[in-house]
Antibody
């Protein structure tokens, strides 16, 4: 059974950092791109960042470029999102999601999300 | 950057057909994916690559994509179909290639 499980969310002050993790299982992690998508409660979905299966392609939303860094560790079947210089507008539920394929596809599996709250 | 436009809401009576549109410049040249999200739950893929259905998704869900509009069609709508629906494309010309539509709230009357 395919599973992606996020962790690392919490309450953090503006300007501080947080690292999200996503543990993947039930599929060959090295074969698929992965993504982070966030959602402010009551609002729509916003793609945050994506990384191809071999980390050769990486993309970021303009809203996080220069502050967030996506990475993956095939030995641990894990995806990460390093979030620096956090702002109040980064407050959201962050989903880890498995791509249908290499990078430019849709997502066929989503985690349940980890909540990030940026507030003083 | 590429923009996808969805109607904020669509209402339909049980047993009828719901159509949710997703507008974008020449969207017919891109692959469109559709997600269903019920309150308090993660999104679920209901259509991928314009018109394919993942296993477990009822045949009542279908979709098309042509010109400047992609359409998700839900036939014989049931109360359990009430949810938010999002379209998504991959814009290969952009540094931030993933784009979601703003979402459509489907209300079953």
């Amino acid at each position: 059974e395919v599973q992606v499980v996020e962790s690392g969310g919490g309450l953090v002050q503006p300007g501080r950092s947080l690292r999200l993790s996503c543990a993947a299982s039930g599929f060959t992690f090295d074969d698929y791109a992965m993504h982070w998508v966030r959602q402010v409660p009551g609002k729509g979905l916003e793609w945050v960042s994506g990384i191809s299966w071999n980390s050769a392609k990486i993309g970021y939303a303009d809203s996080v470029k220069g502050r967030f860094t996506i990475s993956r560790d095939s030995a641990k079947n894990s995806l990460y999102l390093q979030m620096n210089s956090l702002r109040a507008e980064d407050t959201a539920l962050y989903y880890c999601a498995k791509d249908l394929g290499g990078y430019g596809s849709g997502v066929d599996y989503w985690g349940q999300g980890t909540l990030v709250t940026v507030s003083s | 950057s590429y923009v996808l436009t969805q109607p904020p809401s669509v209402s339909v009576a049980p047993g009828k057909t719901a159509r949710i549109t997703c507008g974008g410049n020449n969207i017919g040249s891109k692959s469109v994916h559709w997600y269903q999200q019920k309150p308090g739950q993660a999104p679920v893929l209901v259509i991928y690559y314009d018109s394919d259905r993942p296993s477990g998704i009822p045949e009542r869900f279908s979709a098309s994509n042509s010109g400047n509009t992609a359409t998700l069609t839900i036939s014989r709508v049931e109360a359990g179909d009430e949810a938010d629906y999002y379209c998504q494309v991959w814009d290969s010309s952009s540094d931030h290639p993933w784009v979601f539509g703003g979402g459509t709230k489907l209300t079953v009357l």
